[in-house]
């Protein structure tokens, strides 16, 4: 069974704060996502990665998967209330076919 | 364009009895999926079915059923509702693709408190 490790599970900072959450495991990944989710809704996917070294971009967002792709990492620079929700990084196995493991998430309070 | 959307939105039930959780996507995806979310455990995947007509278990199916009744819609049963039940229930879909993972698109949740 894959496992993903989440850090921190909870995260609260004042606005124009940065910030970095972590995803590792000890398996490999094929390719891995991470998820927004706000009260009450489901998660929305925010980005993939498949390449390991990869970075990719989104605005203030900046998502990294690690080299060996065992690990993944999202920073947030000048957070905003806005930013506030559920953040869940999620990984799928090479042999899967679309079936994805969900790290624990870690939620994010940005305050004004 | 609705996606991905679930009945009921909440629902309570008392030991011992049955539900369904009807879920329906209008994108066409191959794959259809019923995870739970509980706090402090991001979302574990109770079944899938990559595609119409098969259906698998994923990693905590105990308790309950699924039926792909068609491309379009995949239900969850409870047939004996117990408390460790009580969740909030998700169902996603995507298209099936092997290897790399496509978007999942999430409904919007069944809240499901068992007494």
């Known amino acids: 069974t894959q496992l993903l490790e989440q850090s921190p599970q909870f995260l609260s900072i004042q606005e124009g704060e940065n910030l970095t959450v972590y995803c590792n495991s000890s398996?490999?990944?094929?390719?891995l996502q991470w998820y927004r989710q706000e009260p009450g809704e489901g998660p929305v996917l925010l980005v993939t990665?498949?390449?390991?070294?990869e970075v990719k971009k989104l605005k203030r967002l900046t998502f990294q998967f690690g080299d060996a792709r065992k690990d993944s990492s999202l920073h947030i620079t000048a957070a905003q209330p806005g930013d506030t929700g559920l953040y869940l990084c999620a990984g799928t196995g090479g042999t899967s076919y679309g079936k994805l493991t969900f790290g624990q998430g870690t939620i994010l309070t940005v305050h004004p | 364009n609705a996606g991905v959307t679930q009945t009921p939105k909440f629902q309570v039930l008392k030991t011992g009895q049955s539900m369904t959780l009807q879920c329906a996507q209008d994108m066409n995806h191959n794959s259809m999926y019923w995870y739970r979310q509980d706090p402090g455990m991001g979302l574990r995947l109770i079944y899938y079915s990559a595609s119409e007509g098969t259906t698998d278990k994923g990693e905590v199916p105990n308790g309950y059923n699924v039926s792909r009744l068609n491309k379009r819609e995949f239900s969850l049963r409870l047939e004996s509702a117990a408390p460790s039940q009580t969740s909030v229930y998700f169902c996603?879909?995507?298209?099936?693709?092997?290897?790399?993972?496509?978007?999942?698109?999430f409904g919007p949740g069944t809240r499901l408190t068992v007494t």
């Open positions: 398996s490999v990944f094929s390719s």
């Open positions: 996603a879909s995507s298209e099936r693709r092997q290897g790399i993972s496509n978007e999942q698109y």
């Open positions: 990665v498949v390449t390991g070294g």
